[in-house]
T-cell receptor, first 116, second 111 residues
Framework: GAGVSQTPSNKVTEKGKYVELRCDPI?????LYWYRQSLGQGPEFLIY????????DSGLPNDRFFAVRPEGSVSTLKIQRTERGDSAVYLC??????????????FGPGTRLTVL | DQQVKQNSPSLSVQEGRISILNCDYT??????FLWYKKYPAEGPTFLIS?????DKNEDGRFTVFLNKSAKHLSLHIVPSQPGDSAVYFC??????????FGTGTRLKVLA
């Protein structure tokens, strides 16, 4: 079946611009996660959705970052007034449900964001 | 404060030999660990996991060992194949869903 998909695969923008990154999770997965991977680092947690609500947004670096999942499926990560330090690969993952810590998260291919 | 550490950024192994990738953690509350493999331009792919009630889990050529007293886990790949060349991340869930990842080890299997 289809895995997690993310669009665009690459996004180049200028400092100060607004960007939206989209994630389409595996069908039927109720839990959705956003991570950010900077060069030479492992993925770092940003936000977790259970259904339509953001259950934990503690990883969002500041209020320029916001994410939504209005219908409990597709999610959009929004970054306002982008800065060069926002350049990274943004990964989305989904899991069937997060009821236990053993629920495997399946990752999409990521969106590489470059802020010039 | 890095709770999950992979101290070897890279590793080269001859095809057919064993690859051993190491991971250390500091948080004794972690009770489940995962290994992910990542190819360039792709997302991390789940490889194998282990619960803290076990000290070993095996899946084909891949075995993960857990030493709770040392807060150390390792991934063994035997025999290594060129297609195993990738970046390997160990991870642990903090709470029920927030994965904490190590910085990764780049494995290169030489033909």
């Amino acid at each position: 079946g289809a895995g997690v998909s993310q669009t665009p695969s690459n996004k180049v923008t200028e400092k100060g611009k607004y960007v939206e990154l989209r994630c389409d999770p595996i069908s039927g997965h109720t839990a959705l996660y956003w991570y950010r991977q900077s060069l030479g680092q492992g993925p770092e947690f940003l936000i977790y959705f259970q259904g339509t609500g953001a259950a934990d947004d503690s990883g969002l670096p500041n209020d320029r970052f916001f994410a939504v999942r209005p219908e409990g499926s597709v999610s959009t990560l929004k970054i306002q007034r982008t800065e060069r330090g926002d350049s990274a690969v943004y990964l989305c993952a989904s899991s069937l449900n997060p009821a236990g810590s053993t629920d495997t998260q399946y990752f999409g291919p990521g969106t590489r964001l470059t802020v010039l | 404060d890095q709770q999950v550490k992979q101290n070897s950024p890279s590793l080269s192994v001859q095809e057919g030999r064993i690859s051993i990738l190491n991971c250390d953690y500091t948080n004794s509350m972690f009770d489940y660990f995962l290994w992910y493999k990542k190819y360039p331009a792709e997302g991390p792919t789940f490889l194998i996991s282990i619960s803290s009630i076990k000290d070993k889990n095996e899946d084909g050529r891949f075995t993960v060992f857990l030493n709770k007293s040392a807060k150390h886990l390792s991934l063994h790949i035997v025999p290594s194949q060129p297609g195993d060349s990738a970046v390997y991340f160990c991870a642990a869930p903090s709470g029920t869903y927030k994965y904490i990842f190590g910085t990764g080890t780049r494995l290169k299997v030489l033909a």
